[in-house]
T-cell receptor, first 116, second 111 residues
Framework: GAGVSQSPSNKVTEKGKDVELRCDPI?????LYWYRQSLGQGLEFLIY????????KSGLPSDRFSAERTGGSVSTLTIQRTQQEDSAVYLC??????????????FGPGTRLTVL | GEDVEQSLFLSVREGDSSVINCTYT??????LYWYKQEPGAGLQLLTY?????DMKQDQRLTVLLNKKDKHLSLRIADTQTGDSAIYFC???????????FGAGTRLAVHP
């Protein structure tokens, strides 16, 4: 079956603009994660969605970052008033999230965001 | 919080074995993962090990876990140029809500 897909694959924007990044998880996966990979910070957790539970937003770096997941499937990560330090690769992952079973996360190819 | 450390760079000759090491701090992790990232690509799950195991072998890959010392290693036998990539050790934290990654070990394979 299809893996995790993300769009766009590349996004170049000007400082101060808003951007939306999209993630389509693997069908049937109930958990969805966003991570950020940047040169200075490595791979960082941003946010986690599981079913209808309140998301774990503990990794979001500022209130300019938000994410939603509609219908328990597709997720959108929104960055408002982008700054140059937001330039990074944004990775989405999904997992089955069943108790007692390895909760392996499968990653999409990422969206490379460049803020000029 | 959880901290995961890896050496940053490893260079090996083609055909030799590669050993990539990782240390972590959270002893409650039940699964530990290795991911591979090739240039310009996303993260590919390579293998994982359950914490009640000492060793797991999968073709050319051997994972060793020393839970007492919180040390994880990945051995690649007969390393090939196609194995050149960045290898990340990842440990779950917060009840599997998130993975904490090491900085990644860049493996360079030369003839």
């Amino acid at each position: 079956g299809a893996g995790v897909s993300q769009s766009p694959s590349n996004k170049v924007t000007e400082k101060g603009k808003d951007v939306e990044l999209r993630c389509d998880p693997i069908s049937g996966h109930t958990a969805l994660y966003w991570y950020r990979q940047s040169l200075g910070q490595g791979l960082e957790f941003l946010i986690y969605f599981q079913g209808n539970s309140a998301p774990d937003k503990s990794g979001l770096p500022s209130d300019r970052f938000s994410a939603e997941r509609t219908g328990g499937s597709v997720s959108t990560l929104t960055i408002q008033r982008t700054q140059q330090e937001d330039s990074a690769v944004y990775l989405c992952a999904s997992s089955l999230r069943r108790d007692g079973v390895t909760d392996t996360q499968y990653f999409g190819p990422g969206t490379r965001l460049t803020v000029l | 919080g959880e901290d995961v450390e890896q050496s940053l760079f490893l260079s090996v000759r083609e055909g030799d074995s590669s050993v990539i090491n990782c240390t972590y701090t959270d002893s409650s992790s039940t699964y530990l993962y290795w991911y591979k990232q090739e240039p310009g690509a996303g993260l590919q799950l390579l293998t994982y090990i359950f914490s009640n195991m000492d060793m797991k072998q999968d073709q050319r890959l051997t994972v060793l876990l020393n839970k007492k010392d919180k040390h994880l290693s990945l051995r690649i036998a007969d390393t090939q140029t196609g194995d050149s990539a960045i290898y990340f050790c990842a440990v779950p934290s917060g009840g599997y809500n998130k993975l904490i990654f090491g900085a990644g070990t860049r493996l360079a394979v030369h003839p």
